[in-house]
Nanobody, 120 residues
Framework: VRLVESGGGLVQAGDSLRLSCAAS????????MGWFRQAPGKEREFVAR????????YYADSVKGRFSISRDNAKNTVYLQMNSLKPEDTAVYYC??????????????WGQGTQVTVSS
């Protein structure tokens, strides 16, 4: 499974960004997908996950109400819409999957990451 993120950048506090993650493989629609992030000097943390059908989504408390995860199985792509961004959202964002119906806390497959920087 190959994952390629895009959409990061430098924005101001309060702005929005949408990250994309393009995945390889014909069975993408069966996989749960997740977004994680890692800020400088901090451990990687979970951000959001979505089931293969898109019917169930789960968010970290720190982003709930501001971020939204979605997917387009026809395009083998998962998205992370980030609104009301805060400086503390600054991190490298990764999409990940175990290529299975579930998503563990340490998925097997990772993208290369995309940098999001939020200035105050």
């Amino acid at each position: 499974v190959r994952l390629v993120e895009s959409g990061g950048g430098l924005v101001q506090a309060g702005d929005s960004l949408r990250l994309s993650c393009a995945a390889s493989g014909p069975t993408f629609s069966r996989y749960a997908m997740g977004w994680f992030r890692q800020a400088p000097g901090k451990e990687r943390e979970f951000v959001a996950r979505i089931t293969g059908s898109g019917g169930s989504r789960y968010y970290a408390d720190s982003v709930k109400g501001r971020f939204s995860i979605s997917r387009d199985n026809a395009k083998n792509t998962v998205y992370l819409q980030m609104n009301s961004l805060k400086p503390e959202d600054t991190a490298v964002y990764y999409c990940a999957t175990d290529a299975s119906m579930g998503l563990t806390t340490a998925p097997r497959y990772w993208g290369q990451g995309t940098q999001v920087t939020v200035s105050s």
